[in-house]
């Protein structure tokens, strides 16, 4: 049996950087409060909580504290409320977030609506919304557009969730370049690493006879990455950890692949090869 690593997988920049500034902060802060959870993975959520940190889903009765953002950034209004009730701000949102929220916010200024392509459930997306006072539209993919959308005459800017599956992405950018309407702005807010672990996921998948993909069952760019090996290897298994590897269903393998979504740290995909070269 063969193990064959993605090129690329794992924890990226952003989830690295809020993991930093949180773990940082525990150590000199006596009360830590996290608005949702900082990253969607339930064993570093758990290890988080450990140490002392607080989630909470409502800031309604938070005053004179201490809140950590989490990577997926929240909306304008949270940071009106924290400065009004005397909460220090430790801002964890990726800093490819914080760009969208740059660009929604400016566009909307200029009189623009906004579009989103993304999950419309997933944190990411609401704080993004709340950077816009003007019509905001959210779409999971073009077809739903194509459907819903009844606003084609007024100027629009378009974003994408920064971990937006990629070929969903040029087929957007696409469409819209094909219309040469000079009113449509689009914007290339798909982060770079979630292309490039897409890619390496694609490239995995066709030359293994099992993949297994580690990360939380909350992960948007898990998710992706599971439904792409899906896509070209049928034995593709999605799981959070090394107690969920499904033995039995990959004994046979030859070649197995091994992709992680953004919010898995290393240790966790480590601990999984190991469990499957040992057992």
Not at 89 to 114: F, L, M, N, S
Not at 203 to 225: E, F, M, P, R, Y
Not at 241 to 263: C, E, H, Q, V
Request: with cysteine; charged share 30%.
């Amino acid at each position: 049996m063969e193990i064959i690593r993605a090129d690329f997988y794992a924890t990226c920049f952003g989830v690295d950087r809020a993991l930093k500034i949180t773990n940082d902060a525990l150590k000199s802060e006596n009360e830590l409060f996290c608005y949702g959870e900082l990253i969607h993975n339930n064993d570093v959520m758990e290890n988080l909580e450990r140490k002392g940190l607080h989630i909470v889903n409502d800031l309604k009765d938070l005053k004179d504290s201490n809140l950590v953002i989490r990577s997926h950034g929240v909306g304008h209004s949270v940071y009106d409320y924290c400065m009004k009730n005397n909460i220090r701000i430790i801002d964890a949102t990726c800093p490819k977030v914080r760009r969208i929220h740059g660009i929604v916010r400016q566009q909307c200024e200029a009189g623009y609506d906004i579009i989103i392509f993304g999950n419309k459930n997933h944190p990411e997306i609401e704080g993004i919304k709340g950077w816009c006072e003007n019509s905001v539209y959210i779409y999971s993919d073009l077809n739903e557009y194509k459907t819903n959308h009844k606003h084609d005459e007024k100027k629009t800017c378009i974003v994408f969730q920064t971990t937006y599956h990629i070929n969903k992405y040029n087929e957007i950018k696409e469409y819209f370049y094909s219309l040469n309407n000079n009113a449509i702005i689009v914007k290339d807010t798909v982060c770079r690493a979630t292309e490039l672990r897409q890619e390496a996921a694609r490239k995995l998948a066709v030359v293994c006879d099992s993949v297994l993909v580690i990360g939380g069952k909350q992960s948007s760019n898990t998710k992706k990455l599971y439904e792409i090996c899906k896509e070209l290897c049928e034995n593709t298994h999605w799981l959070e950890n090394s107690d969920k590897i499904p033995y039995d269903l990959i004994k046979n393998s030859k070649k197995i692949g091994i992709t992680a979504g953004a919010s898995t740290p290393l240790e966790i995909v480590e601990e999984v090869i190991v469990n499957v070269r040992t057992k």
